[in-house]
């Protein structure tokens, strides 16, 4: 497994392995407004572009991505490939990131589907779950231990 940064060519490959994971496991948890919302999201290229996005790959083949808004140091996309789940992808991908930003706190506004995944990574609730544009969330603070 290589985890490397994500060209700008391969961003539409990442966006359709987001959408496919994201109809599979986040959409039967949201609203057909929230969908939309989450469609119109990952189509427009100057959102997607402002991301610092990271892909694991095994050979050419993208089996996850996570994506971090530099500027809030919040994820944004996190999203494995169904078949590459449980086999440690997303935790390779996470540490990744984390080494990437040392000494400062990632947000993160989880899904239901992912809350337990975030947990396990280290996330903590701030707030209780909430619902914005359609879109069910807990918003997530990972702090480093010193």
């Keep these: 497994m290589q985890i490397k940064p994500l060209k700008y060519h391969e961003k539409n490959t990442a966006m359709e392995l987001v959408w496919t994971t994201f109809l599979k496991f986040e959409a039967p948890d949201y609203s057909a407004a929230g969908t939309q919302h989450f469609k ?11 991301l610092d996005m990271l892909g694991a790959f095994e050979g050419s083949v993208l089996t996850g991505l996570i994506a971090l808004d530099p500027a809030r140091r919040h994820i944004s996309l996190f ?31 989880a899904s239901p589907y992912a809350v337990p995944i975030y947990r396990c990574l280290g996330f903590t609730p701030t707030a209780p779950e909430q619902l914005t544009n359609g879109i069910r969330y807990t918003p997530m603070i990972y702090r480093r231990e010193k």
């Design 40 to 50: 119109a999201f990952i189509r427009d290229s100057r959102a997607i572009g402002a």
């Design 79 to 109: 999203f494995v490939d169904e078949r590459w789940q449980g086999q440690g992808v997303g935790r390779q991908l996470f540490d990744c990131l984390a080494r990437e930003v040392p000494h400062c706190p990632i947000t993160v506004n």
